[in-house]
Structures are given as structure tokens and as C-alpha cells.
């Protein structure tokens, strides 16, 4: 059979079940595509093509139904968590409805994590401090910056989210994304001198080199701060894992999607799997089993309420956790370096000196 | 069949002798092992897979994994084994949990031969037994009376129970009487001076076989020649004990049980790490071969850290905080 004959055996069968071939070929290709071949049919029956035969007949006969400019289908966002470099659904199969902060209109289904999810976040968080706190500051200021470079081109997404979530303009909404981005930078460079600020030689009395230097605390649970939900939440992520440290991220409870969004940068900007782990859901829910969980060595209560804090600081407290407190904080002011000595732990050195 | 009898029991041998017209010769054997029904691998996995997503809760739970840590052949088979290592191994046994004096101990320490006798004077009157690889254990590579030296060294320094490898050259060229014969001697290696005798475990390396089939056909050839225990694998080869190769296992017990009223054990062997695995094997053995081998006698799981993860969920449910690897011990 030649090209042509097969041509025109595809179309005349097609033309048989017009109707049937319009309605598959749309969901199936995806309404844009079957647009495109549509302004490509003349073309194609013009210049009688060979390659692409049944493509040409199928795209014939799309051409009536495209006069009526179908809809477009809209593709939803179906966002997940971020767990050891996956993203998963709650493993309870529960999500609750995110809404506009202002219109109160639906925006999305975020995952409502259960305890469970918190257990397999902290399993990959636990598998990731090797290799994290093992890399060189160097290098993990670079993959910080890398972040900050991924984030940059996903700005307009994230101003959106921003936007929608706190009920700020699209301007506001693009400071506060370009000043998080500025954050992951000014972490980024934290990284490799942080050592120099809070480590070093100390004079002691006796032939001894006597050093400090600063190590990563493990596996950090983060509460995010529930009112800025990105500003906030990098100003709290990007310190514990400059410092060395893996976190489980538990999101803003109202506004989860750019936390959730966020997952998807650190998945494409070198970050290894389980580095950062986000959940999204009850903040109350998931705190309570990650505050007493013994594989934990740190928490920051920042997202928490006050009777919650306290709560969860008295469950750490079993395996002598780093406990964060909750204050009223100025997420576009300096941060200064306090959050990144909460997560280290200094280690102190005596070495013999001279022969 | 009026009453059961288990493997090591004096009459065992008479009832099996009810079947010896189908071990008499080389082709009756071979008549009979290629005369046992297919293995439909589809249903089999499908029905292995079923039985994985029961979900066992709160005190079912509890009660698995008390019986699974209860089952446990804590196993060290490294090259690196030293006498130190194994003291701790069995220190381990003893008390898995020393934050828990309730925890049960475990069934029985498996090593090599010649850290039988460390482990036997490290585990003291315990009750555990100490188990012991032979018959030039991973391989099976090498002569017959090497093999034996090998199994009779292992029950002089004291062992209760050998594990022995398979000649899988041997049976997958289809010399089955010579796998036969095999077993046969080495059980019979596994008499004591004083009339008692350790415990022979089959193993027949499920990954080194292929098919399905050849794992049925294996059963019935270790049960007929006298094994007390059939074991999927040695855990030094990529594919090891699976659901679905345990289950025709368990299913291959109950109808040799049915057979000739002879009950044999079966130990899953390598890659079973997680509380989660555990409790599906229990349930493989509670729907297939029935309550009667949900015991330490009739069931055991070969592995080292399968331990420290029930140990861990135990820790979980008995102080509804998840626990941590800096709570258990490193092995």
C-alpha cells in the first residue's frame, strides 16, 4: 500500500465515524493540539503529504468541529507533598480545599497529611542527613543559590500563589517573591561562613589546640509561619538546611499551595531527595506526632499558636529535642544569623600541641 | 490421616515410608516431582499480593510482632564475623529491647560453624538455639564428604539446628536422586552421639531456581527426604524470600501434611527488613497453612535487621511515640 492509498483508507474510514473520531481525538491529544492541526490541515492536504497519514485524516476532520473554537479543557493542579524527593499523595488519600484569602473562592485540594505521612517525611529526612550535612558548606551554598535561580523563573507562578493566598496585590505580591528570592541568596552565601563566625580557636590553659566548630543539628521540624505563606516560609527553611540540617516542613494550614509549589523547585534545583520534606494539613495534626517522634533533634514552633506551643514543647522536650519558641517576628527585616545558630550544635576539640 | 507428627519425630520416618515407592528410583522420583500440578505464577502472585493488604492494627499488631521477634533467626553470615560480634549478636537475643524486659527473646542465632561454639557458650541455658550454616554454605560447591565434615563439625560444637544449602547444579540438570541422597545423608550426619539429632533446615536458594515449579518440586524432594525445615534462601543472592515463593512453600507444608501426616517448617530467608513484611508472611501462614504453624516451631524468619524494626514499631505502640534508630542497637 502506498502512502497516498493509506491517506485515503484513513480518511474515508474516518469519515465514516466523524463524529466518534472528533471526540477521541480532542481528549486524547490534548484540545490545543487538535487546534494546531487544525490550522495545519490545509497545508497538509495540500501539499497531499505522505508522513503522518492518519494524523492528516484526523486533523481533516477536526476542521468542522474547529469552527466552533471548542473550550479549552482547564487543567487543574493537582498539588502533592514533597517526601524524599517524591511526590506523594497523603498516604490517607485526604485532602481539604484551599481558598482565596479574599474571594474566599476555591483555588485548589491540598493533601491533608495524616501522622503517617509525618513518620515516612522523617524516615526520608533521617536517609538524607548523611549525605547533606556531609557535603561541603561550598557546595551546599551553591545548590541555595541554585534555588534562588529556579525560583527567579518561576516568579509570575509564585507571585500568583503569593497573591491569592495572602490577599495582596500582584505588585506586593512580586516584592514579597523577589525578597524571598533574595533570602535564599543571602543564606546561599551563609553557608560557608557561618563556621568562621561562630566556630574557632579557643585559648585555653595547657599545650592543647582547643576548637569549636559548629554541626548540623539532624532532622529539623518546621512549623511554617501561618500568616506569610512564602516570605515566611523560606525565612525559616533556608537556615536549617544551610546549616546542614534535613527538614520536614509542615505548610501554612490556610494557605499551603506556595509551599507546595516550592517542593517542586527544590525538586529541579539539586537538592537532594529528602533534604526538605513538605507536608501540607492540620498544622495541630502533624505537629503533635513530629514533636514527640524520637528521630527528630529539632523543632521550630514559629507556625504554632501559643497553647499549641506549648503543648508540643513539653512532648519534645522526651528526647531533649531543640525547641524554637513562637514570636511575633518582621519577615521582611534582617533576619540576622539566629536562626541559623539554632540548628547547629558545637563541637569542641582538644588536640595535644607540640612534640 | 489419624494424628500429625512432626518431621523430627522417631515415627516420621514410617509414615514417609508410605511414600517410598515414589523414591524408590531415579525415574520414579523424577515421575513423581514432574507429575505434581503446574504452578499458575499469575494467581500465585495475585493471591500473595491480596493477602499483603490485610490490615493488621492496635493488638493484632502487638500480638504480630511479639510472634514475629519470637520467630526471628538472628543472623550474622559475614566473611568479617568475629567472636566479639557474635557475643553481642546472642547478647542481643536474649534481650532485644533492654528498656522492655517483655519483650519476647528470639528463636535461634544463626552463623557459620565455627562460631557454633561461641555461640553456644555466649547464649549459656537461654533456650535459644544456635543455628549453624553447612554443607559449604552459600555455594554448595564442593565434595560430599567436605559437606559432611562440615554439617558434623557444626552439630559436635553444639548446634541445634544446621541449615543446609541444596546442590542446585545437581537439581537443576535434573538429578533429583542425587539431591535426594543428599539430604538424606546429611540428615543422618545430624545425629548426636546421645540418639537426639539437631534439626535439618532444606535450603533451596528460590532465586537460583527460575520457576515456580522447580520450587514445588524442590519442597516435595526436601520433604520426602527428611527435612524438618524448608528455607527459601541463603540472603546471598539478588532475589530472595518473595511473598509469592513463600506461599507456594507454605502451600507445598500443608498438602505434604495432608499427605502423609508429617508437619514441616518453613523459614522465608533475606530481604524481609520492615515490620510491614513481617506481619504479611504471618498472614501468608495464617490463611494457608492454618494456626497450627503460627509458632516458633513451625515458622521463623531468617534475618538481622528485621529485628530492630519491630523492635522499633513495639517501642511505637507501647508509647505512642515513633521511635528512632539511636534507640536500637547498630548491627
Same mark, same amino acid.
Given at each position: 500500500?502506498?502512502?497516498?492509498?493509506?491517506t485515503?483508507?484513513?480518511?474515508?474510514?474516518?469519515?465514516?465515524?466523524?463524529?466518534?473520531?472528533?471526540?477521541?481525538?480532542q481528549?486524547?491529544?490534548?484540545?490545543?493540539?487538535?487546534?494546531?492541526?487544525?490550522?495545519?490541515?490545509?497545508?497538509?492536504?495540500?501539499?497531499?503529504?505522505?508522513?503522518?497519514?492518519?494524523?492528516?485524516?484526523v486533523?481533516?476532520?477536526?476542521?468542522?468541529?474547529?469552527?466552533?473554537?471548542?473550550?479549552?479543557?482547564?487543567?487543574?493542579k493537582?498539588?502533592?507533598?514533597?517526601?524524599?524527593?517524591?511526590?506523594?499523595?497523603s498516604?490517607?488519600?485526604?485532602?481539604?480545599?484551599?481558598?482565596?484569602?479574599?474571594?474566599?473562592?476555591?483555588?485548589?485540594?491540598?493533601?491533608?497529611?495524616?501522622?503517617?505521612?509525618?513518620?515516612?517525611?522523617?524516615?526520608?529526612?533521617?536517609?538524607?542527613?548523611?549525605?547533606?550535612?556531609?557535603?561541603?558548606?561550598?557546595?551546599?551554598?551553591?545548590?541555595?543559590?541554585?534555588?534562588?535561580?529556579?525560583?527567579?523563573?518561576?516568579?509570575?507562578?509564585?507571585?500568583?500563589?503569593?497573591?491569592?493566598?495572602?490577599?495582596?496585590?500582584?505588585?506586593?505580591?512580586?516584592?514579597?517573591?523577589? %525578597? %524571598?528570592?533574595?533570602?535564599?541568596?543571602?543564606? %546561599?552565601?551563609?553557608?560557608?561562613?557561618?563556621?568562621?563566625?561562630?566556630?574557632?580557636?579557643?585559648?585555653?590553659?595547657?599545650?592543647?589546640?582547643?576548637?569549636?566548630?559548629?554541626?548540623?543539628?539532624?532532622?529539623?521540624?518546621?512549623?511554617?509561619p501561618?500568616?506569610?505563606?512564602?516570605?515566611?516560609?523560606?525565612?525559616?527553611?533556608?537556615?536549617?538546611? %544551610?546549616?546542614?540540617?534535613?527538614?520536614?516542613?509542615?505548610?501554612?494550614?490556610?494557605?499551603?499551595?506556595?509551599?507546595?509549589?516550592?517542593g517542586?523547585?527544590?525538586?529541579?534545583?539539586?537538592?537532594?531527595?529528602?533534604?526538605?520534606?513538605?507536608?501540607?494539613?492540620?498544622?495541630?495534626?502533624?505537629?503533635?506526632?513530629?514533636?514527640?517522634?524520637?528521630?527528630?533533634?529539632?523543632?521550630?514552633?514559629?507556625?504554632?499558636?501559643?497553647?499549641?506551643?506549648a503543648?508540643?514543647?513539653?512532648?519534645?522536650?522526651?528526647n531533649?529535642?531543640?525547641?524554637r519558641?513562637?514570636?511575633a517576628?518582621?519577615?521582611?527585616?534582617d533576619?540576622?544569623?539566629?536562626?541559623?545558630?539554632?540548628?547547629?550544635?558545637?563541637?569542641?576539640?582538644?588536640?595535644?600541641?607540640?612534640? | 490421616?489419624?494424628?500429625?507428627?512432626?518431621?523430627?519425630?522417631?515415627?516420621?520416618?514410617?509414615?514417609?515410608? #508410605?511414600?517410598?515407592?515414589?523414591?524408590?528410583?531415579?525415574?520414579?522420583?523424577?515421575?513423581f516431582?514432574?507429575?505434581?500440578?503446574?504452578?499458575?505464577?499469575?494467581g500465585?502472585?495475585?493471591?500473595?499480593?491480596?493477602?499483603?493488604?490485610?490490615?493488621?492494627?492496635?493488638?493484632?499488631? &502487638?500480638?504480630?510482632?511479639?510472634?514475629?521477634?519470637?520467630?526471628?533467626?538472628?543472623?550474622?553470615?559475614?566473611? &568479617?564475623?568475629?567472636?566479639?560480634?557474635?557475643?553481642?549478636?546472642?547478647?542481643?537475643?536474649?534481650?532485644?529491647?533492654?528498656?522492655?524486659?517483655?519483650?519476647?527473646?528470639?528463636?535461634?542465632?544463626?552463623?557459620?560453624?565455627? /562460631?557454633?561454639?561461641?555461640?553456644?557458650? &555466649?547464649?549459656?541455658?537461654?533456650?535459644?538455639?544456635?543455628?549453624?550454616?553447612?554443607?559449604?554454605?552459600?555455594a554448595?560447591?564442593?565434595? /560430599? !564428604?567436605?559437606?559432611?565434615?562440615?554439617?558434623?563439625?557444626?552439630?559436635?560444637?553444639?548446634?541445634?539446628?544446621?541449615?543446609?544449602?541444596?546442590?542446585?547444579g545437581?537439581?537443576?540438570?535434573?538429578?533429583? /536422586?542425587?539431591?535426594?541422597?543428599?539430604?538424606?545423608?546429611?540428615?543422618?550426619?545430624?545425629?548426636?552421639?546421645?540418639?537426639?539429632? &539437631?534439626?535439618?533446615?532444606?535450603?533451596?536458594?528460590?532465586?537460583?531456581?527460575?520457576?515456580? !515449579?522447580?520450587?514445588?518440586?524442590?519442597?516435595?524432594?526436601?520433604m520426602?527426604?527428611?527435612?524438618?525445615?524448608?528455607?527459601?534462601?541463603?540472603?546471598?543472592v539478588?532475589?530472595?524470600?518473595?511473598?509469592a515463593?513463600?506461599?507456594? /512453600?507454605?502451600?507445598?507444608?500443608?498438602?505434604?501434611?495432608d499427605?502423609?501426616?508429617?508437619?514441616?517448617?518453613?523459614?522465608?530467608? #533475606?530481604?524481609?527488613?520492615t515490620?510491614?513484611?513481617?506481619?504479611?508472611?504471618?498472614?501468608?501462614?495464617?490463611?494457608?497453612? #492454618?494456626?497450627?504453624?503460627?509458632?516458633?516451631?513451625?515458622?521463623?524468619?531468617?534475618?538481622?535487621?528485621l529485628?530492630n524494626?519491630?523492635?522499633?514499631?513495639?517501642?511505637k505502640?507501647?508509647?505512642?511515640?515513633?521511635s528512632?534508630?539511636?534507640?536500637?542497637?547498630?548491627d
Open positions: 500500500m502506498t502512502a497516498s492509498e493509506k485515503a483508507k484513513a480518511g474515508s474510514t474516518a469519515r465514516t465515524t466523524k463524529a466518534q473520531a472528533a471526540r477521541k481525538a481528549p486524547a491529544r490534548g484540545a490545543r493540539q487538535a487546534a494546531k492541526e487544525t490550522k495545519d490541515t490545509k497545508a497538509v492536504k495540500d501539499a497531499k503529504d505522505a508522513t503522518g497519514t492518519t494524523e492528516a485524516a486533523a481533516a476532520d477536526t476542521k468542522e468541529t474547529a469552527d466552533a473554537k471548542p473550550s479549552r479543557l482547564s487543567v487543574f493537582t498539588y502533592k507533598l514533597y517526601v524524599g524527593g517524591k511526590f506523594p499523595r498516604e490517607s488519600g485526604r485532602v481539604y480545599e484551599v481558598t482565596d484569602s479574599t474571594s474566599g473562592a476555591w483555588l485548589a485540594n491540598a493533601p491533608l497529611s495524616s501522622r503517617k505521612d509525618a513518620r515516612d517525611a522523617v524516615v526520608a529526612a533521617r536517609k538524607a542527613v548523611g549525605g547533606w550535612s556531609g557535603a561541603t558548606a561550598y557546595n551546599r551554598g551553591q545548590v541555595l543559590y541554585r534555588v534562588a535561580e529556579m525560583l527567579e523563573g518561576r516568579a509570575d507562578q509564585f507571585a500568583r500563589e503569593v497573591a491569592e493566598a495572602e490577599g495582596l496585590s500582584r505588585s506586593e505580591a512580586a516584592a514579597v517573591v523577589e %525578597a %524571598a528570592v533574595d533570602r535564599w541568596v543571602w543564606y %546561599a552565601g551563609w553557608t560557608d561562613k557561618i563556621a568562621q563566625v561562630v566556630g574557632g580557636a579557643n585559648p585555653v590553659a595547657g599545650p592543647f589546640f582547643n576548637l569549636s566548630t559548629p554541626e548540623p543539628t539532624g532532622v529539623v521540624a518546621v512549623l511554617a501561618q500568616d506569610s505563606s512564602f516570605l515566611g516560609l523560606v525565612s525559616v527553611l533556608a537556615p536549617v538546611i %544551610a546549616t546542614g540540617n534535613t527538614a520536614v516542613v509542615v505548610a501554612s494550614q490556610k494557605a499551603p499551595l506556595p509551599a507546595l509549589s516550592l517542586e523547585v527544590l525538586a529541579t534545583s539539586d537538592v537532594p531527595g529528602g533534604v526538605v520534606n513538605v507536608l501540607s494539613g492540620k498544622t495541630a495534626e502533624i505537629a503533635a506526632p513530629l514533636a514527640a517522634h524520637q528521630d527528630v533533634n529539632g523543632i521550630d514552633l514559629t507556625g504554632a499558636s501559643a497553647e499549641l506551643a503543648e508540643l514543647e513539653a512532648a519534645a522536650a522526651d531533649l529535642k531543640r525547641v519558641r513562637p514570636s517576628e518582621d519577615w521582611s527585616a533576619p540576622g544569623i539566629g536562626r541559623l545558630t539554632a540548628w547547629l550544635e558545637t563541637k569542641t576539640v582538644w588536640h595535644p600541641m607540640g612534640v | 490421616m489419624s494424628s500429625v507428627v512432626p518431621a523430627y519425630a522417631p515415627d516420621a520416618a514410617g509414615r514417609l515410608s #508410605g511414600l517410598a515407592d515414589v523414591t524408590a528410583s531415579d525415574s520414579a522420583l523424577r515421575r516431582l514432574h507429575g505434581l500440578p503446574g504452578v499458575d505464577a499469575v500465585l502472585e495475585a493471591r500473595a499480593a491480596g493477602l499483603g493488604t490485610r490490615s493488621i492494627k492496635t493488638t493484632a499488631k &502487638a500480638y504480630a510482632i511479639d510472634l514475629a521477634i519470637s520467630m526471628i533467626d538472628l543472623t550474622t553470615l559475614e566473611g &568479617a564475623d568475629t567472636p566479639g560480634k557474635v557475643r553481642s549478636l546472642c547478647a542481643k537475643g536474649v534481650l532485644p529491647d533492654p528498656t522492655d524486659r517483655t519483650t519476647p527473646r528470639v528463636a535461634a542465632i544463626c552463623v557459620y560453624p565455627d /562460631m557454633v561454639a561461641v555461640a553456644k557458650e &555466649a547464649l549459656g541455658d537461654s533456650g535459644i538455639h544456635v543455628a549453624s550454616v553447612a554443607t559449604a554454605f552459600p554448595g560447591r564442593a565434595a /560430599m !564428604d567436605v559437606k559432611l565434615a562440615d554439617t558434623r563439625a557444626a552439630v559436635a560444637a553444639g548446634a541445634d539446628e544446621i541449615d543446609m544449602v541444596i546442590d542446585r545437581a537439581f537443576l540438570s535434573g538429578r533429583y /536422586m542425587e539431591v535426594f541422597e543428599e539430604i538424606r545423608t546429611v540428615k543422618a550426619a545430624c545425629a548426636r552421639g546421645d540418639g537426639s539429632a &539437631a534439626h535439618l533446615k532444606v535450603i533451596f536458594e528460590n532465586g537460583e531456581l527460575s520457576t515456580y !515449579d522447580n520450587i514445588r518440586r524442590c519442597s516435595w524432594l526436601a520426602l527426604a527428611g527435612a524438618d525445615f524448608i528455607k527459601t534462601s541463603t540472603g546471598k539478588a532475589v530472595n524470600a518473595t511473598p515463593n513463600t506461599l507456594l /512453600m507454605l502451600e507445598a507444608v500443608r498438602d505434604f501434611r499427605t502423609v501426616g508429617v508437619q514441616v517448617g518453613v523459614k522465608p530467608a #533475606g530481604g524481609i527488613r515490620t510491614k513484611d513481617a506481619v504479611k508472611y504471618l498472614v501468608l501462614v495464617n490463611e494457608t497453612a #492454618g494456626d497450627d504453624w503460627l509458632s516458633p516451631d513451625w515458622f521463623r524468619f531468617g534475618a538481622s535487621s529485628l524494626d519491630l523492635l522499633m514499631q513495639r517501642q505502640l507501647r508509647t505512642g511515640r515513633y528512632g534508630p539511636d534507640y536500637v542497637t547498630v
